[in-house]
């Protein structure tokens, strides 16, 4: 059976349909009917797939794949951020082909992006791959706090009417602490270390959106990706051959790669 995907003005075929149509060579009788079902969208029915997204984070090294994703798929997407210029320097709209629909607003213009918002997808917070001292774990630990409340407030300040239906808040493995040999789910307790008291202060804040708002927390572990991260940062030494062992080799975690879909 073929199914068949095809916008309302044209008829795309997956596979050629039995020679003897092609022909009149053979009779149409001796011919093998196939059945075949087609379904057709409009552009309307795709205009109405469409989501509009705020991200924060959205400079950051996961953010930026999620912008490039969603507008991929032809969403439209809010970069939500302290610094436009910082942002406008990543996503490029005015003078190039590569974001043109993409809208950066400041805090001032927050409010009105979530507004109208399919969806908020939270993902600021100041790295951590970086040494610690106290002025620095105390900016690690505010960041995410800050903006989580802030988007968070905003969401339930919102008209129901424009209120966004959804709110993805990122979080991190962190939230177990660590240990050699238990095995951690997400009805895990939480660790009792740094890190684990950052997440859980964290989903905390996320926790207080609207009731209305369908909230994912996503505990993200280790994230790879040749162009930033911890895997840029360890390549180099590598191939200087001056890379060693991570740890003891009994250690395991959670790792997300990260791909660009276009070129």
Same mark, same amino acid.
């Given at each position: ?21 092609? !022909?009149?060579? @053979? ?6 009917? #196939? *059945?075949? +079902?087609? &379904? ?42 302290? !610094?436009?210029? @910082? ?6 709209? #005015? *003078?190039? +082909?590569? &974001? ?42 505010? !960041? ?120």
């Amino acid at each position: 059976m073929d199914v068949l995907l095809c916008r309302a003005s044209t008829l795309t075929w997956s596979q050629s349909i039995s020679p003897c149509l092609h !022909s009149s060579a @053979k009779p149409f009788s001796r011919c093998e009917a #196939k *059945k075949f +079902r087609v &379904f057709c969208t409009s552009d309307h029915t795709q205009k109405a797939s469409q989501m509009t997204v705020s991200v924060t984070g959205a400079t950051g090294f996961i953010g930026r794949r999620l912008v490039q994703r969603l507008q991929a798929d032809n969403h439209q997407v809010r970069v939500l951020t302290r !610094s436009r210029s @910082k942002a406008e320097l990543i996503f490029p709209g #005015k *003078k190039t +082909r590569f &974001f043109p629909g993409v809208m950066i607003a400041e805090e001032p213009q927050w409010r009105d992006c979530i507004q109208g918002s399919t969806a908020v997808v939270n993902l600021a917070g100041t790295p951590i791959g970086t040494r610690w001292s106290s002025e620095i774990k105390k900016e690690i630990k505010e !960041s995410r706090i800050r903006v989580t409340s802030k988007v968070v407030d905003l969401i339930n300040e919102s008209p129901e009417g424009v209120r966004p239906s959804v709110l993805v808040s990122a979080t991190a493995l962190g939230y177990y602490g660590t240990s050699e040999t238990e095995v951690f789910d997400e009805s895990s307790p939480s660790g009792n270390d740094y890190l684990a008291e950052v997440c859980r202060e964290w989903e905390g804040t996320a926790l207080k959106v609207n009731k209305d708002v369908r909230l994912a927390l996503i505990r993200i572990g280790i994230v790879l990706g040749k162009d930033g991260g911890a895997l840029a940062k360890m390549i180099p030494l590598f191939m200087m051959f001056a890379g060693g062992p991570l740890g003891s080799g009994q250690q395991w975690y959670l790792l997300f790669i990260l791909w660009t879909p276009f070129n």
